[in-house]
């Protein structure tokens, strides 16, 4: 494992092609603080940050394991295609933004719009887990994919913000809590958690809980309601060619 030592001053040039031109499969950044776009587009690679990562962290990742001992700042995982983020913190706007593929476990907060044009094609289902709560327009225009908000320790605090779900018309979001969020856009439906929505569910509260050291059985016992488009298309009517 190689370590890397970066301050305010490294600039985030040097520091990227450092990391894609090194051999070693698992690299240790020590005093991150601000450095855009690390990881992006890289692939095979188990990536520990220490610090406060910039903007476009792992964007259009490919396969990497990356782990961010402190918060990240806005657009984590954009356009990701593979591979894991895990954030022991809590990350800013635009986390996920259009992210295709992989998966993306945040221990606390997130800002406004993560998850906006979340997608999904094939095989590929990408997957974000939210530990806190979440900020305005969460899952804007989602066409596929999955997000989970736990609101672990929220207590007072809204689960979701404003225009959660707004455009959304693929994918999925469970939400950790008993009474459906205020103003859901008219496209948006609630409906019962089955058997197939339930284990996917299951399987990704593990893993978060796996990567963060909570108890599972806790959080799974609470109620969780599933948001679903209540359309495959619902702005079918705006397009030139349908």
Do not use: W
Request: proline residues 2%.
């Amino acid at each position: 494992m190689r370590t890397i030592e970066v301050t305010g001053n490294t600039n985030f040039h040097t520091l990227n092609d450092e990391i894609c031109h090194l051999s070693e499969s698992e690299i240790t950044i020590q005093g991150c603080l601000g450095q855009r776009y690390i990881a992006s587009g890289m692939s095979g690679k188990t990536i520990n940050i220490y610090g406060t990562p910039g903007n476009a962290l792992g964007a259009y990742l490919n396969g990497c394991t990356l782990h961010i001992y402190g918060n990240a700042q806005d657009a984590i995982g954009d356009t990701m295609n593979e591979g894991t983020i895990c954030v022991h913190g809590s990350a800013g706007d635009a986390a996920g933004y259009a992210m295709r593929g992989g998966s993306i476990f945040i221990q606390g907060d997130v800002g406004y719009r993560a998850g906006i044009h979340m997608k999904a094609y094939q095989q590929k289902c990408p997957q974000m887990v939210i530990g806190g709560c979440a900020g305005d327009f969460l899952g804007e225009y989602q066409a596929g994919g999955t997000i989970v908000v736990l609101g672990i320790n929220r207590k007072e605090r809204d689960l979701v913000g404003a225009f959660c779900g707004t455009g959304m018309h693929g994918g999925k979001i469970f939400l950790r809590c008993k009474e459906i969020p205020d103003d859901l856009p008219s496209q948006v439906k609630t409906q019962p958690i089955f058997n197939g929505e339930k284990k996917e569910l299951e399987s990704l509260v593990k893993k978060f809980c796996d990567t963060f050291g909570y108890d599972a059985q806790e959080i799974l016992k609470e109620n969780f309601l599933l948001l679903t488009a209540d359309s495959k298309n619902p702005y079918k009517q705006y397009y030139t060619a349908n």
